[in-house]
C-alpha cells in the first residue's frame, strides 16, 4: 500500500484493522455502484467507508447528498450537518438522522407551463409532457399585487433582486415595484375564489 493510499483512506483503514470481520463499503470508481468488502484493497481511485451504524449516511454523503439531525430541545426541526458547523456524523444518535428528503421539482400552488399553456401545480400531478416553472417574459401580461383585493394586471418589464418589490411592471404603475405576480391566467382563480 502506498503512503497515497494510506492518507486518502486512513480512516477506514484504521476502523477496518478494529473490525476487520465487519467489512467496510466500497465505490468503484468506474461504475460509481457501492459493495461490500470483504479484503479491501484500498485503491486510490476508489472511495471505501466503515461498515458500521451509520454507513447508510456515510455513503449518502460521499454520493453528494445532505445529512440533517434532528434539534427535539429547543427547535424542533431539521438542520443539515455542513463542515461550517464541524459536526461529525458520530457527535449524534443514529435516531436523530435523517437524508435530506429530495426538493421536488414543483411546489403545490407554483405556476407552470409547458410553452403551450399555463397552469398551477397541484400535488400528486404526473405530467405526460414537459413542464417547467413558469417565469415571466418580458412585455407578458401579468398580474401584480401587494396585497389580496388590490390587483393590477399590467406587462411585465423586469425583476429586481430585491426583499420587497421585485417585480416591475412596463409603465411603472407602482414606482416601486410589486411583492408579487401571476401570470394572467390567474384571473381564472379570483373568479373561483369570490364566488
Known sequence: MTPKQVSKHKETIKWFCDNPDKMVWKKDHKTNA???????EFDYKDIYVQNDEYSEYRRALVDGKTIEYYEKNSYNKWFNITNKNRLQLTDFNIDVLRIKPEEPEFKIGDWVTDKQYIWQHYAYADYD?????????????CVFWY???????????????????????????????????APLEFIKTLKTLKK
Open 34 to 40: 457501492w459493495y461490500l468488502c470483504e479484503q479491501p
Open 129 to 141: 409532457v414537459e413542464v417547467a416553472l413558469w417565469k415571466p417574459q418580458i412585455g407578458e401580461l
Open 147 to 181: 396585497e389580496i383585493d388590490s390587483y393590477y394586471i399590467g406587462r411585465y418589464s423586469s425583476t429586481v433582486k430585491c426583499d420587497t418589490h421585485p417585480y416591475k411592471d412596463a409603465l411603472g404603475y407602482s414606482a416601486s415595484g410589486w411583492d408579487n405576480i
